[in-house]
């Protein structure tokens, strides 16, 4: 049994605790979380932290397959010119992918990183995730707009099921994105889909040039596309694309909302039943060298989790990094919000929080420690630095 007190506990489900104390068992869970009134008694065996306890994060949007690609391509140069280099660094040896796949996976766990959603357009880091401490769902992406290249890209796709099936992972299949997937892909992925009810995770307007496919069948983005097959949509915006999907029973997460407004936020709500909206900040500020607009985020109800994004557009995976720079960016945000955004919140995104996400009784969801806390704000400082616990 171990007692952990440190000068704020935040259990998430309520407010920081001052001098608040933790009572965890030998395997890492809860059993008791207790709010001294901000007086700390002497107490046989308590540990006291400077600094401040958090549930584990759950880094709720991640690409461990393109981990290969750290530093690899040039920042601040838009989606269309980022998705082209991804295609012209496909050919990677197999043995260059699986190291950076496992050096990126002990990054997360060090770094406070209980649990993710993965992306996986390839079975590569399957064997690492069956066998990670941190805890993975695994998001089976399909995209293809070759009309005639369907059969083929189910074929993967039932290769993926089989294989993620063989390492027993938690997964769903889901569509990457409205703009690219055919008509035809989308309606055998309905139909595949029919009876599942597994997170569903979905690129969202990460970039400016999705809305002008739509609105004007035209840009960089669409010009890339059509390169493999015709982007043409006949629907004006990209959730109706989805329409068709059997997405009521899911928790779907839009990743990103980089270039979303109200309007979109709105049109969410009203189509989607559980929706959540995933940011990857510093993944948006290397690709398109813009942020979303959280604060208009913030307004239509829809809770937001946080995402890391591949090392592929992002210099580390580090969720308190993520945190850091939306702090900066909003000091306004409080430091209860951001903590919520980062456990909580992705943890209900990927049907984790009866054991994950908060400070509660019999769960067990890892435990960190951030310090250099500016106190009397109650705010992250660009110094702040996370130690995982437990």
């Known amino acids: 049994m171990r007692k952990i007190c440190a000068h704020y506990i935040f259990p998430v489900v309520s407010g920081p605790l001052k001098n608040g104390i933790l009572y965890v068992d030998d395997e890492g869970r809860i ?9 700390i008694k002497e107490e046989s065996q308590l540990e006291f932290y400077d600094g401040i306890i958090v549930p584990g994060f759950i880094n709720a949007h991640c690409h461990l397959e393109l981990s290969h690609l750290k530093n690899k391509i040039p920042e601040g140069k838009g989606l269309p010119a980022f998705i082209q280099a991804i295609k012209n660094m496909r050919e990677t040896p197999e043995d260059v992918i699986r190291e950076a796949i496992v050096a990126a996976d002990r990054e997360m766990y060090k770094k406070g990183i209980v649990a993710a959603g993965d992306i996986s357009n390839t079975p590569h880091s399957f064997p690492v995730k069956a066998n990670s401490p941190v805890v993975y769902h695994t998001f089976l992406e399909i995209f293809g707009l070759a009309e005639n290249h369907t059969a083929v890209v189910i074929q993967h796709l039932n290769h993926l099921f089989t294989e993620a099936k063989k390492y027993q992972l938690r997964f769903s299949i889901t569509p990457h994105s409205a703009y690219a997937l055919s008509y035809d892909l989308l309606k055998q992925l309905a139909s595949m889909m029919k009876e599942q ?11 400016e040039e999705e809305k ?10 669409y010009e890339a596309l059509s390169a493999t097959g015709n982007p043409h949509k006949k629907e004006k915006h990209p959730l109706d694309v989805f329409a068709g999907m059997p997405l009521q029973h ?8 980089t270039f979303a407004q109200a309007s979109d936020i709105k049109k969410i709500r009203q189509q989607i039943r559980h929706p959540f909206l995933v940011l990857c900040p510093r993944s ?7 942020l979303p607009p959280v604060q208009e985020l913030m307004g239509h109800g829809i809770p937001i989790a946080i995402g ?3 090392l592929a557009s992002n210099h580390d995976l580090s969720v308190l990094e993520e945190l850091k720079t939306l702090q900066a960016l909003l000091p306004s945000l409080s430091l209860t919000e951001l903590i919520t955004w980062a456990t909580l919140n992705g943890a209900k995104a990927l049907n984790l929080d009866e054991t994950m996400g908060s400070f509660e009784k019999g769960k067990k969801p890892g435990i960190n420690l951030i310090r250099n806390i500016h106190y009397e704000k109650l705010q992250l400082t660009p110094s702040s630095t996370v130690e995982r616990l437990i």
């Open 31 to 39: 059993t008791s979380v207790i709010d001294t009134g901000g007086k």
């Open 250 to 257: 899911s928790h779907c997460l839009f990743v990103h909302n």
């Open 212 to 221: 002008i496919l739509f609105t004007g069948k035209e840009g960089l983005l």
């Open 284 to 290: 948006n500020l290397y690709i398109e060298n813009t």
């Open 308 to 310: 890391t994004d591949s």
């Open 197 to 207: 009810q597994s997170p569903v995770s979905i690129h969202f307007l990460e970039s």
